[in-house]
């Protein structure tokens, strides 16, 4: 079964503020999350992973939160931007598979 | 290339077709992958290989579908006697030697889209 999911399927940001992704697992043993975006037509492109002894880590505009308590993780993306327009998948990965969740799909409005 | 390479972009089999899907991945790359993206989910791992040998073929959906990687560069993921079900993007992946569990991110390709009709 899916061990890792999306709250919501899709979501509505005006350009210029921030969006939050989220996305649940169930594997208590999970310790590599990575999030990815996908454009249409393109493959998933890596943005940030975390391991699970951290609970915060920065990229450049993005932020990934770790909560091992609830087995929650979430994207924020700052300052949103129309090339952000795209599907968000957090993926747990285990020894070398990639478990994906279904997607979250990112629209920003002008 | 700089990237991972699929061909081709698009497939359109008729039921009970044979395909073949290719897949050059980045120069160097040991670590290939392939997953099956269904309309609107997630990527669905297929199998695994480690230069030429598939460590892993436990996502291969049935007996009909194949994959191979000979000389350990490029792949061709093969689906015998193709069914509406296996309509999909199939996705190759690849990553760079690393230290030893395969944790380092993954370099997908833009997929090949079959259409089974």
């Known amino acids: 079964g899916e061990s890792v999911g999306l709250h919501l399927p899709t979501l509505s940001v005006q350009e210029g503020d921030n969006s939050i992704i989220n996305c649940a697992y169930s594997?208590?043993?999970?310790?590599?999350f990575i999030w990815y975006k996908q454009e249409s037509g393109k493959g998933p492109q890596f943005i940030i992973d975390?391991?699970?002894?951290?609970d915060k880590r920065q990229g450049q505009r993005v932020t990934v939160l770790l909560n091992k308590t609830v087995k929650h993780l979430s994207l924020q993306i700052a300052a949103t931007q129309p090339g952000d327009s795209a599907v968000y998948f957090c993926?747990?990965?285990?020894?070398?598979?990639?478990?994906f969740g279904a997607g979250t799909t990112v629209t920003v409005r002008a | 290339g700089a990237g991972v390479s699929q061909s081709p972009r698009y497939k359109v089999a008729k039921r009970g077709q044979d395909v073949a899907l290719r897949c050059d991945p980045i120069?160097?790359?040991?670590?290939l992958f392939w997953y099956q993206q269904a309309l609107g989910q997630g990527p669905e791992f297929l199998t695994y290989?480690?230069?030429?040998?598939?460590?892993?073929k436990s996502g291969l959906p049935s007996d009909r579908f194949f994959a191979e990687r000979p000389e350990g560069s490029v792949s061709t993921l093969k689906i015998q006697r193709t069914q509406q079900e296996d309509s999909a993007v199939y996705l190759c992946?690849?990553?760079?030697?690393?230290?030893?569990?395969?944790?380092?991110?993954?370099?997908f390709g833009s997929g090949t889209q079959l259409s089974v009709l």
């Open positions: 992946a690849s990553s760079p030697p690393g230290q030893g569990k395969v944790r380092e991110k993954l370099f």
């Open positions: 594997n208590s043993a999970s310790d590599y």
């Open positions: 975390i391991r699970s002894n951290m």
């Open positions: 993926a747990e990965n285990g020894n070398y598979k990639l478990s």
């Open positions: 120069s160097g790359h040991v670590s």
């Open positions: 290989f480690q230069n030429e040998a598939q460590l892993d």
